[in-house]
């Protein structure tokens, strides 16, 4: 007699890959898909990689190791674009959980089924993720520092990134990721889902290796600069709500990175007119002129020295090194700066009404 295709189904997972020139990486991603272990409980039906119109050959790149690939050619370019086409996409094959990736990662073989295992266990939960970890985490000082964003607590969280495994009906009850978002995505979908009564959990195992392939002071910049833009972004559409995401932490960014801006502008100009006004204007420090010129750029370092200190031992549980808490500690304050200087950018293109395109900070490799 022959067997049924419905007698002792699979649970049937499909995997969204995004991404926009990014080279070798995407291969990687495509082959640790395919690699991950599959058992008699779940498979793997399909793999979709969406691409962003990259100049690279990222698409072939991604038919080679074994992708069924969607190219995006006009219209606004934006991750939440290209997951919404990819999870529509994957309708076709009944699917019950979608796994998102982000194409310059490498997925961890247990990581789907150990995550199904989970949400299997715990039908209130919508969406797992796990360890996200830098996998050249000493390319650069910045993706040292920056590796220790990734890392969390265990437990109950507000949102997930761009990588995770979520249940399909999820999805399909929130209607998905809002396309016209350049950045914040995944934290915008995340509110929506606990306003439905979904919970969103981390779990304390290995997911994926990322690349951020953050070389130079300007791309670590025009990161922050789009994380700013998000910030904003996401926040105004929930000001006015009952559960106010991230209104609070947007405030705080722009209280911060306006003194630490306006304090930095005032100590150079008070060591300028230090060094440049005539001796009988500089009062007491008229026979120290080097040491009225120093005096508030030391204070002003010794002030971030102290907050910095203070930042490190606080997230000494994040890393054993010294110096990474160190940088991190600095990067945590003066990150604020550019941080919001992202938010007036959103501020500034809402006013006039127009959209921006994405703010990239890699380069193509």
Not at 225 to 252: C, H, I, K, N
Not at 330 to 358: C, E, K, M, T
Request: hydrophobic letters at 45%.
């Amino acid at each position: 007699m022959q067997t049924s295709p419905l007698s002792n189904p699979k649970i049937r997972i499909v995997a969204v890959a995004i991404g926009r020139n990014e080279g070798g990486r995407l291969a990687r991603c495509i082959t640790s898909i395919r690699a991950a272990n599959q058992t008699t409980e779940i498979e793997i039906s399909a793999i979709f990689y969406v691409d962003s119109n990259s100049s690279d050959g990222s698409p072939e790149r991604a038919r080679q190791a074994g992708a069924q690939v969607i190219v995006l050619q006009d219209g606004q370019m934006t991750a939440a674009r290209g997951r919404n086409v990819g999870w529509r996409a994957a309708q076709s094959f009944n699917p019950d959980y979608i796994l998102f990736l982000d194409g310059d990662t490498i997925l961890h073989p247990d990581f789907p089924l150990r995550a199904w295992e989970y949400l299997n266990q715990n039908p209130q939960i919508a969406a797992v993720f796990g360890q996200r970890r830098e996998t050249g985490e000493n390319q650069s000082l910045y993706t040292r520092v920056l590796n220790l964003d990734w890392i969390c607590l265990p437990g109950a969280h507000t949102f997930f990134g761009g990588d995770v495994l979520i249940r399909f009906q999820a999805l399909q009850q929130t209607g998905g990721f809002d396309d016209t978002l350049i950045a914040g995505e995944e934290p915008d979908l995340c509110r929506r889902l606990r306003e439905l009564g979904w919970q969103i959990e981390h779990l304390s195992i290995p997911m994926t290796g990322h690349d951020l392939a953050i070389y130079r002071f300007s791309q670590y910049w025009r990161r922050l600069l789009r994380a700013g833009y998000a910030f904003a972004q996401v926040s105004a559409r929930f000001r006015s709500t009952g559960d106010p995401f991230w209104s609070a932490e947007s405030r705080r960014n722009r209280l911060r990175g306006i003194f630490w801006a306006t304090s930095l502008l005032l100590v150079l100009l008070a060591a300028l007119g230090a060094a440049l006004l005539p001796a009988n204007r500089l009062g007491p420090f008229a026979t120290h002129r080097a040491l009225a010129a120093t005096l508030p750029p030391f204070l002003w370092l010794a002030f971030l020295f102290v907050l910095a200190l203070r930042t490190a031992l606080r997230y000494r549980w994040k890393s054993d090194s010294a110096l990474t808490l160190a940088l991190y500690g600095l990067h945590s304050h003066l990150q604020q700066i550019p941080v919001a200087l992202g938010q007036l950018f959103w501020w500034l293109d809402h006013r006039a009404d127009r959209s921006r395109g994405l703010m990239e900070y890699k380069d193509i490799p």
